[in-house]
Antibody, heavy 121, light 109 residues
Framework: QLQLQESGPGLVKPSETLSLTCIVSGDSISSSNYYWGWIRQPPGKGLEWIGSVYYSGTTYYNPSLKSRVIISVDTSDSQFSLKLTSLTAADTAVYFC?????????????WGQGILVTVSS | EIVMTQSPATLSVSPGQRATLSCRASQSVGSNLAWYQQKPGQAPRLLIYGASTRATGIPARFSGSGSGTDFTLTISSLQSEDFAVYYCQQYNNWPPFYTFGQGTKLEIK
């Protein structure tokens, strides 16, 4: 059974950089059928796709966040990571990692439990 | 950016009754649409992809329909565990730029 688990700080200061990691277990992160994505959800609000990464390192980002986001993959450790720079209070959210089906239909079929990140001094 | 608009924002339905949720895209997305269910404190759960294909393990009371710009999620006979927030998501862009609707909260009447 595929499992994804986010890890990282729960509190980050404004203007700093957020670093989150998602560990993938139960399946290969190097499968050619999937990308691996980050999605966030501000408290009480809807879902926003941040970006996705392929095992080869190819990435796609939400244009509204592209200037502040880097997503990378480490196949040897079966994990992928998110870096979000220049944080403001608007970046406070639950951050989810998820497996993204790739090719015919780009939906997110397995999700981590999410990690709440608060941006505050 | 393709904007996804869901209606209504809140839907009150009695257990055992049918619920119909709508999702509209600002431009055609073909059948490139998924539906998710989210309960408080949990991650979203994939219900439907390709506008009408149920994901693995999803009960037959959930069905999706539509194409182009107008989509519907129908829950034929509501069970207590179905009361949650539902989101639609389109995946029709190239390069990829996935967007979600703002959600419909399905509550017990």
């Amino acid at each position: 059974q595929l499992q994804l688990q986010e890890s990282g700080p729960g509190l980050v200061k404004p203007s700093e950089t957020l670093s989150l990691t998602c560990i993938v277990s139960g399946d290969s992160i190097s499968s050619s059928n999937y990308y691996w994505g980050w999605i966030r959800q501000p408290p009480g609000k809807g879902l926003e796709w941040i970006g996705s990464v392929y095992y080869s390192g190819t990435t796609y980002y939400n244009p509204s966040l592209k200037s502040r986001v880097i997503i990378s993959v480490d196949t040897s450790d079966s994990q992928f990571s998110l870096k979000l720079t220049s944080l403001t209070a608007a970046d406070t959210a639950v951050y989810f990692c998820a497996r993204q089906n790739w090719g015919v239909a780009d939906y997110f079929d397995y999700w981590g439990q999410g990690i709440l990140v608060t941006v505050s001094s | 950016e393709i904007v996804m608009t869901q209606s209504p924002a809140t839907l009150s339905v009695s257990p055992g009754q049918r619920a119909t949720l709508s999702c509209r895209a600002s431009q055609s997305v073909g059948s490139n649409l998924a539906w998710y269910q989210q309960k408080p404190g949990q991650a979203p759960r994939l219900l439907i992809y390709g506008a009408s294909t149920r994901a693995t393990g999803i009960p037959a009371r959930f069905s999706g329909s539509g194409s182009g710009t107008d989509f519907t999620l129908t829950i034929s006979s509501l069970q207590s565990e179905d009361f949650a927030v539902y989101y639609c998501q389109q995946y029709n862009n190239w390069p990829p730029f996935y967007t979600f609707g703002q959600g419909t909260k399905l509550e017990i009447k």
